[in-house]
């Protein structure tokens, strides 16, 4: 059974920024949130099945899994 990839999304705003983590198959995740001290925010979310249309429409872009892995390991 092939494993399911997730799929990463990063908006920045004018003094932090948010990042999520979308998983295509069952559409939950994970959304952080970059504060200008440093400080991440973590949230487990539950989206639906708009959850891509949603990105798109508020100027989310894709990101690197990477960048998103790193700060997940500091929250």
């Known amino acids: 059974m ?3 990839i997730s799929q990463y999304f ?8 948010v990042l999520v983590m979308v998983n295509p198959e069952d559409f939950s995740g994970t959304e ?3 504060h200008p ?15 891509f249309e949603d990105l798109a429409e508020d100027e ?3 990101c690197s ?9 500091k929250s």
Do not use: N, S
């Open 2 to 4: 092939a494993k399911t």
């Open 10 to 17: 990063k908006r920045i705003f004018d003094d932090y920024q």
């Open 32 to 34: 952080l949130i970059v």
């Open 37 to 51: 001290d440093g400080k991440i925010e973590k949230t487990e979310m539950e989206f639906d099945e708009e959850i």
């Open 60 to 62: 989310f872009q894709p």
């Open 65 to 73: 899994p990477l960048e998103f892995q790193l700060l997940l390991a």
